[in-house]
Nanobody
């Protein structure tokens, strides 16, 4: 069983930065982990992913601005978000999935955190 708790959301101006954290309990060594976001009235969107072998993926919509990392010693996932835009505003969720094939498909993930809100003002 894996439990995930996100933190680090907040309100920033456009161009600013935030770092989201996702503290995991339970062994996540064999899990792919990802960050998703969902804005009101929109579908949940995959933002970034990291596989058990350390390989990462970043969605085109945030490529060059967002970075995903995992500290295995702390069992914590991070999302560094730079050059934030108003369209990045959403609830951000951390997720863990076993044998994930489609890294940005939320249905591939088994465990979810409660989310952390990111607001970006123009």
């Amino acid at each position: 069983q894996v439990q995930l708790v996100e933190s680090g959301g907040g309100s920033v101006q456009a161009g600013g930065s935030l770092r989201l954290s996702c503290a995991a309990s339970g062994n996540t060594d064999r899990y792919s982990m990802g960050w998703f976001r969902q804005a009101p009235g929109k579908e949940r969107e995959g933002v970034a992913n990291i596989d058990p072998d350390g390989s990462t993926g970043i969605a085109d919509s945030v490529k060059g601005r967002f970075t995903i990392a995992k500290d295995n010693a702390k069992n914590t996932l991070y999302l560094q978000m730079n050059s934030l835009k108003p369209e990045d505003a959403a609830m951000y969720y951390c997720a863990a999935g076993y044998l994930v094939a489609a890294k940005y498909d939320p249905y591939e993930y088994n465990y979810w955190g409660q989310g952390t809100q990111v607001t970006v003002s123009s």
